[in-house]
């Protein structure tokens, strides 16, 4: 599979989306089909809903044979077999993983079998079918607790605080090896900073089940009235108001910068394996969401100060000049709109896809 098939996109152009139900990869798969690409997705549901990606017809309007789904894990080799023999994938943009922080510390076997493991079947199917163009989801947590702010891609990799972190940060050692050993096709990891927001029409969003590990989808529900206030996680950081700051990026401006990847591939006349950071190199502090939040939905959102969590930091924010200069990738769109687009989706999806 050479880089050229990536070429500009034809209807036949075909990327494999893992995870593609999901809160982010189901707004890149509306990125790709408005980009005139074909989508195939494979998830499992484990943590997404098939009704999302009705949703995503909805959005785009896609002919049916433009976005096909395949219910299973990356695990199952036979099922990655038959996809890869049924389609001829020009890429792939892997997300499928379990992500939540917390829970990742409880059940490490769990992440390390279904995110690690489950890379090396793709990784290894992907090799037997000649598909060498990847694109993976990666995090900013592979930084673990960094010396230097905002952080550029080449300061080092630090020592994740937990499981999922260091699944993220094994999957990213793997790749380079791959390519290091056969350099074809074009491999870029993307860090994700902080996703949130959801896509303007409000018919798919962030929808984490039981109670929300993440600050802005539990600021959500507090608006919704699902919860009675937020817990703020330590105000006694080296911060403006001593609450702990992030680089808050709207996931819609993350999907893009997926097919701005793909086609940066498709003109690279190179091998190559590159890590971007993909987030709006500002901070915002727990109280500054709030705030932004307050204003976004026109209500109060009530919030009490508890001790620090465990794992987190103080500060991690991104310098995205690297994606800019070689992508023509930025983010476009600021916090207020981010809690805007939140909103929608919350109050007009209460229950999330249930
Ligand atoms: C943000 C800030 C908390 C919840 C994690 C993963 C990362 C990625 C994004 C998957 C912090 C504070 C939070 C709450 C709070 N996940 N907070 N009350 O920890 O930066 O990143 O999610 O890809 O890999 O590490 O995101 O939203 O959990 O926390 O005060 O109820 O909000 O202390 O300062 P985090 P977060």
């Not at 990356?74 to 996809?83: G, V, W």
């Not at 992440?111 to 163009?133: D, M």
């Not at 937020?230 to 893009?256: C, K, M």
Request: charged fraction near 20%; charge should be negative.
């Amino acid at each position: 599979m050479t880089l050229s098939n990536l070429g500009k996109p034809t209807a036949e152009t075909c990327i494999l989306v893992t995870g593609g139900a999901g809160y982010i990869g189901s707004h890149t798969c509306v990125e790709l089909l408005n980009g005139g690409y074909k989508v195939v997705v494979l998830d499992d549901l484990s943590n997404s809903s098939a009704v999302c990606l009705e949703r995503v017809r909805k959005i785009t309007a896609c002919e049916p044979e433009q976005l096909i789904f395949f219910e299973g894990s990356i695990l199952d080799e036979a099922l990655l077999n038959h996809i890869f023999t049924q389609h001829t994938i020009d890429a792939i943009i892997h997300f499928a993983g379990y992500k939540a922080v917390g829970e990742s510390t409880e059940k490490p076997l769990e992440y390390y079998w279904n995110n690690f493991a489950g890379t090396l079947v793709l990784c290894k199917v992907a090799r037997e079918h000649q598909v060498n163009n990847l694109v993976f989801s990666s995090s900013a947590t592979v930084y673990g607790d960094p010396e230097t702010i905002p952080l550029s891609e080449d300061c080092p990799k630090g020592t994740p605080t937990n499981p999922y972190g260091h699944t993220k940060s094994m999957i990213e050692q793997v790749l380079f090896d791959l390519h290091a050993s056969d350099p074809h096709g074009c491999i870029v990891l993307l860090r994700y900073f902080n996703p949130i927001g959801a896509h303007v029409s409000g018919l798919i969003g962030e929808d984490p089940k039981g109670i929300p590990n993440n600050l802005v989808p539990y600021v959500a529900q507090v608006a919704v009235g699902k919860r009675e206030h937020v817990g703020v996680f330590g105000d006694d950081y080296p911060t403006t108001d001593g609450t702990g700051v992030r680089d808050y990026i709207h996931v819609v401006d993350l999907a893009r910068g997926h097919v701005k990847a793909l086609e940066w591939m498709a003109n690279t006349d190179k091998a190559c394996v590159e890590v971007f950071n993909l987030g709006t190199g500002t901070g915002s502090s727990v109280l500054e969401v709030i705030k932004a939040y307050e204003q976004a939905c026109g209500k109060p959102i009530p919030y009490r100060v508890q001790p620090r969590r465990a794992g987190d930091i103080a500060v991690s924010y991104a310098s995205c000049e690297k994606a800019l200069r070689v992508l023509g990738w930025e983010a476009s769109f600021d916090l207020v709109r981010m809690c805007e687009d939140s909103w929608r989706w919350q109050s007009n999806n209460p229950d999330g896809y249930r």
